[in-house]
């Protein structure tokens, strides 16, 4: 679907164009081209590239927004590694002793009961 949509918009922008130039009307002599036909062709080149260039410069703001877009989400990544790894190094100092395993199963514990007496009681 997508590729149909980009030979469309090509025929669209490359209509009129001819693997040898741009075609010529019918009634031109061997030595003169009718210039009105010249200016309307160079005229609708020029909207062609015009366009060309608005869209072009477009894709190249969007590229430029995703670009710091993705910066930052990776900044953000690597922020939370951080704080992740803190953490699970936290837990690894906790359950290295027993009295420490049986500190946490209270601490646990009280916080499982509060969790659900707040949802009973609400």
Known sequence: MN????RNA????????EEGGIRASSSYSSHEIDEQENEKEI???QDRVNLLKRLSGD???EV??????LDRMGNDMDASRGILAGTVDKF?????????????????????IFVVVYYLTK
Do not use: C, P, Q, Y
Request: net charge positive.
């Open 64 to 69: 430029d927004n995703h670009n710091r877009m």
């Open 92 to 112: 690894k100092m906790v359950f290295e002793t027993k009295s420490s395993r049986r500190m946490f199963t209270l601490v646990a514990s009280f916080v499982v």
């Open 59 to 61: 894709i190249h703001e």
């Open 10 to 17: 090509r025929a669209a922008l490359f209509d009129g164009i």
């Open 43 to 45: 005229d609708g080149l």
């Open 3 to 6: 590729s149909r949509r980009e």
